[in-house]
């Protein structure tokens, strides 16, 4: 599966506002396949350990806050270059610069409550993905 599946989460602010139809369309439409997806309230500490790297960040206590505050739809997607192209299609980190039509400049309210999570890269793909699903719950 390397090099072909990216790992995404709809976040609790975009469930909040009812977007997880619009946005599985969106994905369904860029053409991605959804070969797992659960829906599942990370506690503070799954939250944590997710965005470990983050951890010197000055937002990471506010990160780990909101990804534990509500349910969030978690999935691995699988397409040709996906890594990539759902960056492409989800748009840039801060909605605010995010080009016309894609998923944060949509649905996203704030840099923090930015709509969807995506991959930065085919390893921590993987690692993500295997951090959220077993290998019985991924069906490439
Ligand atoms: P995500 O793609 O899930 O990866 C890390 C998250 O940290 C990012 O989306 C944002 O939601 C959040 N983040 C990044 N920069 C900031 C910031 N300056 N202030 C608050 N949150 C941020």
New binding site residues.
């Given amino acids: 599966m390397a090099g072909n599946i990216t790992f995404t989460?709809i976040?609790p602010g975009a469930v909040k506002n009812g977007h997880i139809g619009a946005i599985l369309n969106h994905i369904n439409k860029g053409g991605f396949k959804i070969v797992a997806m659960k829906y599942v309230h990370l506690s503070p500490q799954m939250a944590g350990q997710f965005?470990a790297v983050?951890k010197e960040?000055?937002?990471y206590g506010?990160?780990v806050e909101?990804?534990s505050s509500g349910p969030i739809v978690a999935a691995v997607l699988q397409k040709d270059n996906a890594v990539e192209d759902f960056r492409t299609l989800i748009g840039a980190?801060?909605p605010a610069e995010a080009a016309e039509g894609t998923v944060r400049k949509l649905y996203a309210t704030?840099?923090?409550?930015?709509a969807?999570?995506?991959s930065?890269s085919d390893e921590n793909a993987l690692i993500e993905a295997n951090f959220h699903f077993s290998g019985t719950e991924m069906f490439a």
């Fill in positions: 989460m976040k965005y983050h960040r000055p937002f506010e990160l909101f990804m980190t801060n704030s840099i923090g409550e930015n969807v999570h995506g930065d």
